[in-house]
C-alpha cells in the first residue's frame, strides 16, 4: 500500500492509501512530505509526474527497473536511482527504488511491494535522530544510507559462503561445489552492478552544485560515498578471494589426478615385462624347449612374480609410490 508522513520539527504523521488522491490530500504544506509508491504503477507515476512536473524522460526512467545506478538534476527536483539488495532465505532479491528530491517532498518508487525503510519511518515519528529538523535532501540521504547499509550485510553473507567454500576446496569429489561457486559469482557481479556506478551518482551529487543539496549535507555525503567506496573494494576483494578457492579446487582435482594417474602407470609398468614374457610364450613354436619342460609352466609364473616384486621394490626404494 502507498503511504504518505508528514513531518516537521513539531510532529509528524502518516496516512496510507492505494488511492493518490486521498495521499495528497495528506500533504504537509508547512513541513517535508515523504511520498512512498510501493509496486510501479504507470498511472499512479504519471499522476504524481503531472503534479510535480517530472520531465518524462525521468518517468520512463522510473518505471524501465533495469537502470543503472545515477543521478539527474533538472530545474524542480533532483532524480536518484539506486538498487537495493534484500536476503530471502537463502537468495538475494534486487529491486530499483527511484527517489524524486524537491524542496519540500521526497517520493520514493519502489519496484516491489514491501515496506524497506520501516526503520527510517520510525525514526520519524518516533522523531529519532535529527531528520525531523533537517531538509528533505537529508531525508534522500537517509533513505540512500540505509540501500547501501544492506550492501554490507549481503557482503558478510557473501564473505560466510566464501570460507565455507575455502573448507570445500579440497575435497576433490565434492560434485556441487562448482555450481554453488558461480551462484556466488553471479551474485557479486550483480553486487558489483550495484555499487559501482553508485560512487559516480554521489560524486555527481556532491558537486552537483543544486540548491536542492544543502551545504550541511556535504559530510554526511561525502561519508556515504567512502561507504560505497569500501563496498566496491570489499567486492573486489571478494571476486580475488574466489578465484583463490577455484584455483585450489582445481589444484585439489589435479592432485588428485595425477595420483590416479601415477597409480596406472605403475601398474602398466609391472605388466609390460610380464606380457612381453606371456607374448614370447605365447608363439607356440615346436623348437622351444621349456614348452616340453614339466617345470616351464610354474618356472614362469615364479619368474614373472619374481619381476614384479623386484619393481615394486625398486619403485619403493626410489619412493614413486
Known amino acids: 500500500m502507498n503511504s504518505i508522513i508528514g513531518y516537521d520539527p513539531v510532529g509528524a504523521w502518516e496516512y496510507a492509501s492505494d488511492t493518490l488522491e486521498e495521499l495528497l490530500e495528506h500533504h504537509n504544506p508547512a513541513g517535508i512530505s515523504w511520498i512512498n509508491i510501493n509496486a510501479l504503477d504507470s498511472d499512479t507515476v504519471n499522476a504524481l509526474a503531472v503534479k510535480y512536473h517530472i520531465h518524462p524522460l525521468t518517468v520512463e526512467d522510473i518505471l524501465d527497473t533495469n537502470q543503472r545506478p545515477k543521478t539527474e538534476e533538472f530545474d524542480d527536483y533532483f532524480f536518484i536511482v539506486l538498487k537495493a539488495i534484500h536476503r530471502e532465505n537463502e537468495e538475494f532479491d534486487y529491486e530499483q527504488i527511484s527517489i524524486v528530491l524537491t524542496e519540500d517532498t ?52 557473501v564473505s560466510d559462503r566464501i570460507e565455507m567454500m575455502e573448507d570445500r576446496a579440497s575435497d576433490d569429489t565434492d560434485d556441487t561445489f562448482m555450481t554453488d561457486i558461480q551462484d556466488i559469482k553471479l551474485t557479486l557481479l550483480h553486487l558489483r552492478r550495484c555499487i559501482w556506478p553508485l560512487r559516480e551518482s554521489l560524486t555527481k551529487m556532491i558537486h552537483s552544485g543544486s540548491p536542492l543539496i544543502h551545504d550541511e549535507l556535504s559530510p554526511f555525503l561525502h561519508d556515504l560515498h567512502d561507504n560505497v567506496i569500501q563496498a566496491a573494494e570489499t567486492v573486489d576483494s571478494h571476486r580475488e578471494l574466489l578465484t583463490g578457492v577455484i584455483e585450489m579446487n582445481l589444484s585439489a582435482i ?49 619368474a614373472m612374480a619374481l619381476i614384479a616384486i623386484g619393481m615394486l621394490f625398486f619403485f619403493k626404494r626410489r619412493r614413486w609410490i
Open 254 to 302: 589435479s592432485n588428485r589426478t595425477n595420483k590416479v594417474m601415477k597409480v596406472l602407470t605403475i601398474i602398466s609398468t609391472i605388466f609390460i615385462p610380464l606380457t612381453f614374457i606371456v607374448g614370447v610364450y605365447g608363439m607356440n613354436f615346436t623348437n622351444m624347449p621349456e614348452l616340453s619342460s614339466p617345470y616351464g609352466y610354474p618356472l614362469t609364473w615364479g
Open 106 to 157: 521526497v517520493i520514493t518508487f519502489q519496484q516491489k511491494t514491501g515496506d524497506n525503510f520501516g526503520g527510517i519511518r520510525k525514526r520519524i515519528l518516533n522523531n529519532a535522530g535529527k531528520i525531523r529538523r533537517a531538509s528533505s535532501d537529508y531525508l534522500a540521504y537517509v533513505l540512500m544510507d540505509a540501500v547501501v547499509d544492506d550492501y554490507f550485510t549481503v557482503l558478510d553473507l
